[in-house]
């Protein structure tokens, strides 16, 4: 017995010696907010789901600082409904700050933030984060349904009638969101579809009647409302102000990612002064079953976009303004020039301008961009919470020509203006109001394989301003492999319906500028059908091509009306340039060429081969070429599923097929589809995926005969 003793101390001693001196053994590196808060001493109850009547959000932050401090890297939470109804402090529901190397997976859950104006769920100043699977909705969200009764056109009044289970739209006579002014707007749906654009609101609202702001909209004067609208549709009136509810701000290598969220009373997601940053199968869609509109302004925004960031394979419905957007504005304006290498600024909101920062300028009249300098001092000193709109003395590293004060300030580095960024693989569509794919600004970034359609504004632009929210020209973009279909019609100002595709830059007065000041901007290989005015519009660029696209059936929407044109533009000349399928206007050093433009039926494709025909089970993901009869736009299927499609030629396109298609053995049936859907193709071929034991079976017995 002393012997069995014996042998189990000397069994067990040295694990116990492990243990007490290799903590990390002990460590919980996984948090489940479900079941573990009471287990380790985080909180007095778990998270458990869909109790409305318990608040998740204190427990939510607790589980958030054990994580901070004893190295958790993955939080989640049983899949079900959680609410939040109080927020961390007066701007966030929760914040996230300074945290390293966490991912939060919440498992297909749904959160509902009490108030819709608020931040909901804010990382900042963080690296390494992941938020991913879940979904975000409002208690009280930022929008209501009536229907309406009656229509007095010649006052601009809307009567209405309360909808049950909808707030009175006099709830928002009180709206008065912390960010933002606050604004007032009315969407018009019959049967659930959209029947105008949006109309701004004026406020107060009396009982059961709505005032249409007089902004000089062509569709909301005496002679078009009653055209546009009938007693019986239902108005979503929208109240849009104030925070997000998923932000990402001041951050690196963060993904957002399998989120989608339902309302927003501003941008849907902003991704905020980050860089190296992904989001990725997110979705900005209406409340399902009784929502009508997914975000009271844009859908996805990278806000001052720094390096090789990312939006792809997610899907944007229903916003009222620009669905996806990736932009570099202006950080700030020039207040005064105090000497040749001294000057002062005035931040735009709470933008840094950190020393070591290179700055160039902007000419307000004329959209140039302008060389600057480096920041090599300031006054006050930069720091990481800057007060808002506050003015900065900076000395930089060389003189400067001669600013005015309003000068426009940009970064002059292209790692500060988004260079390596791209928007893919997204699909956009039934936008009332804003353009598909907003790129403002930015440097060597791409577009491409877009589905874009149903929009009234612009679906894809390249655009410039230096009025409002002004910034710098753009250069080195490619918008690529791209689809637009039925893009353009009443609800957006004339310089946001130029064309499917538009570049442009509008200066002060919003009339359209005459110097070529954005270079570099290639559209090729796209595919546009059902323009309500141009296919592509060029305007304002110096160098780049304009090169096998396929634009099908352009002006099909003469008659939107002119709106918000300065005295400084030529209207006959617009109106001329929409009728026709692919413009270059105040430009040079484009070419131009190998463009089809067909005012008919887009003719139809097919599939003659395929190389390879066939792999090894396994194998990690390989590009196979398609040989045929084919368009720009084109998409391969493989096995009903789309794959990611490169248009090369009439007679080859490049089609990656992911490493999960061929994963296990049998023959996929592979088919292209046309662009348009209302044109054909033909063919189809057999691609086949072997096991290993069949791979080897076949080369035995190839090497035999030929032996």
Not at 76 to 101: I, P, Q, V
Not at 186 to 194: E, K, M, Q, T, Y
Not at 236 to 261: C, F, H, K
């Amino acid at each position: 017995m002393a012997l069995h003793l014996a042998g189990l101390r000397r069994l067990f001693l040295p694990l116990l010696v492990v243990c007490f001196f290799v903590p990390d053994l002990w460590a919980v590196t996984t948090l489940n907010m479900s079941h573990d808060l009471v287990a380790l001493g985080i909180a007095g109850q778990n998270m458990t789901p869909n109790n409305p009547a318990l608040d998740a959000r204190p427990l939510f932050s607790a589980s958030i600082q054990y994580a901070r401090t004893q190295g958790v890297t993955l939080i989640t939470a049983d899949s079900g409904a959680y609410y939040f109804l109080t927020s961390e402090n007066s701007n966030y529901y929760l914040y996230l700050g300074s945290l390293t190397n966490l991912t939060i997976d919440l498992a297909g859950s749904t959160i509902y933030f009490k108030e819709a104006f608020l931040y909901g769920i804010g990382v900042s100043q963080s690296n390494g984060v992941t938020l991913k699977n879940f979904e975000t909705d409002f208690l009280n969200p930022p929008y209501t349904h009536a229907q309406l009764t009656a229509i007095d056109a010649n006052q601009r009044t809307l009567s209405y009638a309360t909808l049950s289970g909808w707030s009175d739209p006099t709830t928002f006579n009180t709206f008065n969101p912390a960010f933002g002014q606050p604004q007032l707007y009315v969407v018009p749906f019959r049967n659930g579809a959209l029947v105008g654009p949006r109309m701004a609101v004026s406020r107060p609202i009396s009982q059961g009647v709505l005032t249409l702001t007089q902004d000089n909209a062509p569709w909301t004067q005496a002679d078009t409302l009653p055209s546009t609208l009938q007693a019986g549709d239902v108005l979503v009136l929208i109240a849009r102000g104030g925070g997000v509810p998923v932000q990402v701000y001041r951050s690196d290598n963060v993904t957002v990612s399998g989120v989608e969220v339902h309302g927003a009373s501003a941008v849907g997601v902003l991704m905020d002064t980050v860089s190296n940053s992904t989001v990725d199968q997110v979705r900005i869609t209406p409340r399902p079953n009784t929502g009508l509109i997914a975000a009271n302004a844009d859908g996805i925004m990278f806000n001052l976009a720094q390096q090789n960031n990312h939006l792809r394979n997610s899907y944007v419905t229903r916003t009222l303004d620009d669905a996806m957007s990736l932009n570099s504005i202006g950080p700030g304006t020039v207040v005064s020039q105090n000497g040749p290498r001294t000057v002062t600024v005035q931040r735009a909101a709470y933008n840094r301008f950190p020393n070591g920062t290179l700055l160039n300028f902007v000419d307000r009249s004329s959209g140039a961009e302008i060389s600057g300098a480096t920041i090599v001092s300031q006054q006050p000193p930069d720091s990481d919470n800057p007060s808002f709109g506050g003015q900065v003395v900076l000395t930089v590293s060389q003189d400067l020509p001669s600013l005015p004060q309003s000068t426009s300030v940009a970064y002059g580095s292209p790692e500060m203006r988004g260079s390596g960024s791209t928007i893919e693989d997204n699909v956009v569509e039934d936008i009332p109001y804003g353009r598909g794919i907003y790129i403002g600004g930015n440097v060597n970034v791409i577009v491409r394989r877009n589905l874009v359609r149903q929009m009234r504004c612009d679906g894809i632009v390249v655009a410039q301003t230096t009025q409002n929210f002004p910034g710098p020209p753009a250069h080195d973009v490619t918008i690529r492999d791209n689809r637009l279909l039925n893009i353009l019609g009443p609800g957006c100002e004339t310089n946001k319906t130029l064309a499917a595709i538009s570049v442009n830059t509008r200066v002060l007065g919003f009339g359209f500028g005459t110097s070529a000041v954005n270079t570099n901007v290639s559209v090729i290989n796209n595919f546009i059908a059902e323009s309500g005015h141009s296919g592509i519009s060029i305007g304002q660029l110096n160098g780049g091509q304009v090169a096998n696209n396929f634009v099908s059936r352009w002006y099909t929407q003469p008659t939107i009306p002119l709106w918000r044109l300065s005295g400084d533009d030529d209207s006959d000349q617009i109106l001329a340039d929409f009728q026709l399928p692919i413009v270059v206007r105040s430009s040079s050093g484009i070419v131009n060429q190998n463009n089809q433009t067909n005012s008919g039926a887009t003719p139809a494709i097919s599939l003659t081969s395929l190389t390879p025909a066939s792999i090894t089970a396994g194998t990690s993901a390989i590009t196979l070429t398609l040989n045929g009869n084919f368009i720009p736009g084109a998409a391969a299927l493989f096995g009903g599923v789309q794959l990611q499609t490169d248009y090369v030629s009439n007679q080859q396109l490049n089609a990656l097929i992911p490493q999960a298609e061929i994963a296990t053995a049998g023959a996929r049936v592979v088919t292209v589809a046309n662009p348009d859907p209302l044109a054909t193709s033909s063919g189809s071929s057999l691609f086949q995926v072997y096991s290993q034991k069949r791979r080897s079976q076949v080369t035995s017995v190839a090497w035999k005969q030929f032996q």
